[in-house]
């Protein structure tokens, strides 16, 4: 048996048993965590070939050209050559980012070599991927200083140490334009339109520039310079990474193969990828407890993209997890504690991922909220004027925006709740709701002045005085 088959014998026995208990929880996010480091180079080509593949949206040409390479450069005594490029656009990082590093960690345990392609170059063009108008531009200080906080942030995934870096501006500043010309020659301009995005938005009017439409050349040339194996990236990226097996044929090279993320849905359960923009992300510089919080408020069906993005489950353990939900054997928040687990002790380890769950439990097993300590409050004579949506995004800072609290009242989210002798009562606050005058709210919503209010969005409580 494998050591990795060790490792999922051992798991199995621990998903069987009572995952309330905080003990079976503790050895069960010991074994599977330790997975993050655990040489798999005793994996036959096959098995690691379906391993990578059951982490992704697509391999082609197949997962048996997969097996097929690793095989060959086996026999070669050497491992692939794995690729992933990054244009470091932004400086908050969070979750959906570590998707292809966890995927790249495998390969690197499985044996393989990883180059991260830092684009440098290609960032000031600004991929046009997924993008509904055109995207800025970067400046040489932006990229530096974004490329250091993506690399801080994601470090918990990903061992840098075992990496080649490359600058892509190392072959594409130098490319002439005579050279530019004679590679265009030989790409049809339909493939570079075929992209559903930027048809989207020619038939809206909006811009589409040249230098969009030949970022796919350029992240192709990449791949012709490192003569990669196998190049990652986002399932919106797929045509970008085509292009790079376009070329690397017209250079008389084996093309390489190309792996596709999936694209991770926002904590709100709207469908929306998850970003900054929507406040639909967890950022991996949150605190412990607030990524375990904003896990725990997920819908359940998130549970199971979730599990396969974030950890090391395999597809067996995630079965049988789920399995026991389905047959009720499991309660579903008893699941969700362990994937909140799981990604907190992948950030912070074992101990801060076990003392957040014991936090998580002892505020929100309270019987009343009453007995929940250090609640921010809203006085309502201070503040009645302002509307729902404003007291939770600038009073509250529970929100990012007006409009996500808006979501959350769509999503029966956004709630009032009174305590008072007679126990607790709760009143679902409409969208409309979100946007009126919270003094107009709470005389229509809470006639009865008796009683302690208090105001809920999403796992998020405030109280209210003065009302």
Known sequence: MTRLGESVARATTQLSADLSSDATVQELLKETGARRYLDLTDLPAKEQAELIAARTVEVLPGVEKLAE???ERRAAGKGLHIKLGIDPTATDVHLGHAVPLIVLSRFQRLGHDVTLIIGDFTAKIGDPSGRTAERPPLTDEDIANNLATYREQVRPFFDFEKVSFRQNSEWLAPYTFPELLSLLAQVPASQLLQREDFRNRLAAGSGLTMTELLYPIAQGLDSVALACDVELGGSDQLLNLQMGRKLMELRGQQPQLVVTMPLIEGTDGTGAKMSKSKGNYVGLNASADDVFGKIMS??????EPYLKAWTEWTDEEIALALGRVADRSLHPMD?????????????YGLEAAMAARAGFIAQFSKKSFSDVESLPVVDVAAHGAETVATVLTKVLEFTPSASAARRLAKQNALRLVVEGEDGQQTVVLAEADSVRPLGEVLAEKLADPAGVAY?????KLAQLEGR
Request: charged share 35%; no cysteine.
């Open 335 to 347: 699941l969700k504690k362990v994937l909140a687990g799981e990604v907190v002790a992948a950030l």
């Open 455 to 459: 105001l809920k969005a999403g796992r």
């Open 69 to 71: 390479r690793i095989e």
């Open 298 to 303: 997920v819908p359940d069906r998130l549970m």
